[in-house]
């Protein structure tokens, strides 16, 4: 466990994947929702690990300098964006397109065409 987690898999559990990524998978919502690409919602999660990364030294005495454990909640934080971007880019594909797009899953849609 510790290639994750530095002292407390409960610290990592609240803090990177509650706390972090909720806000990752709200800012990959909201990219999606302006169709902004999804090389943008993973590049805004840099400062977002980045901040992580300094709250988790702030507030409970983590590695502030480890980049071995901001690479693990940058992906951490880049996997939670990714779910919310994707979600809402189906939803919105959908919805907006009707006559071309039905569901095909839950992170897919597929052509009502016939190919």
């Not at 800012?27 to 902004?36: D, Q, V």
């Not at 999660?45 to 909640?73: E, K, V, W």
């Not at 992906?75 to 095909?104: C, I």
């Amino acid at each position: 466990m510790s290639l994750f987690v530095e002292d407390d898999p409960w610290i990592f559990i609240i803090m990177t994947v509650i706390i972090g990524g909720g806000a990752a998978y709200l800012s990959g919502r909201a990219l999606a929702s302006k169709w902004r690409p999804w090389a943008m919602a993973a590049f805004y999660m840099i400062p977002l690990g980045l901040a992580l990364r300094f709250f988790h030294y702030a507030l409970f005495n983590g590695n502030l300098l480890s980049l071995h454990y901001f690479i693990t909640d940058t992906l951490v934080l880049v996997a939670a964006t990714s779910l919310g971007y994707r979600l809402t880019r189906v939803g919105q594909m959908v919805n907006q397109y009707p006559w071309l797009y039905e569901r095909s899953s839950p992170f897919g849609w597929r052509s009502k065409i016939a190919p």
